[in-house]
T-cell receptor, first 106, second 114 residues
């Protein structure tokens, strides 16, 4: 049973628009969530995190929202840039989602 | 500033062969991890270590063994490779348990088992 799920394998957005990447989890004991970004032929790198005591965490163009009642988090990238094209993983307690491949078109 | 280094980067094995993947970190991290990445499956934890001389099983440990003889190194062994072990393997390390701490990843090892 996949405890962390990213149901959208891919997402394509226009440069300058907002990218929204979604993640769902099933374990209500999860209390800390991280997003990682991965370019081809490289390992994942940390992007942003959020604790369950918050519902929002912002870092520059990146904002993560947490809805505990829905067991759902989302990563917003505004404005999206071509360099943001990568695979994004959400993770909780060493459990990673399947990843969403974001493509930002110029 | 090397961070986490994995060797080799690529390897092709025949079914039944053995090999060892090496992971080295220079950040003095206590925790180290081995993951495999397969299409549509994300990253799945194989084994991890919470310090020198310790190892523990993760989500998908079968067919793999690990050793952490030195704090900076974490080895992943395949004793008898199977085609199902064709994957990309990532090593990671963190200062403390990764629930609240960032994991730093190597660039990966792409393994094909024929």
């Amino acid at each position: 049973d996949q405890q962390v799920k990213q149901n959208s394998p891919s997402l394509s957005v226009q440069e300058g628009r907002i990218s929204i990447l979604n993640c769902d989890y099933t374990n209500s004991m999860f209390d800390y969530f991280l997003w990682y970004k991965k370019y081809p032929a490289e390992g994942p790198t940390f992007l942003i995190s959020i604790s369950s005591i918050k519902d929002k965490n912002e870092d520059g163009r990146f904002t993560v929202f947490l809805n505990k009642s829905a067991k759902h988090l989302s990563l917003h990238i505004v404005p999206s840039q071509p360099g943001d094209s990568a695979v994004y993983f959400c993770a909780a307690h060493n459990i990673f989602g399947q990843g969403t491949e974001l493509s930002v078109k110029p | 500033n090397a961070g986490v280094t994995q060797t080799p980067k690529f390897r092709v094995l025949k079914t039944g062969q053995s090999m060892t993947l090496l992971c080295a970190q220079d950040m003095n991290h206590e925790y180290m991890y081995w993951y495999r990445q397969d299409p549509g499956m994300g990253l799945r934890l194989i084994h991890y270590s919470v310090g020198e001389g310790t190892t523990a099983k993760g989500e998908v440990p079968d067919g793999y063994n690990v050793s952490r003889l030195k704090k900076q190194n974490f080895l992943l062994g395949l004793e008898s490779a199977a085609p199902s072990q064709t994957s990309v393997y990532f090593c990671a390390s963190s200062y403390e348990g990764a629930i609240r701490n960032i994991q730093y990843f190597g660039a990966g090892t792409r393994l094909s088992v024929l």
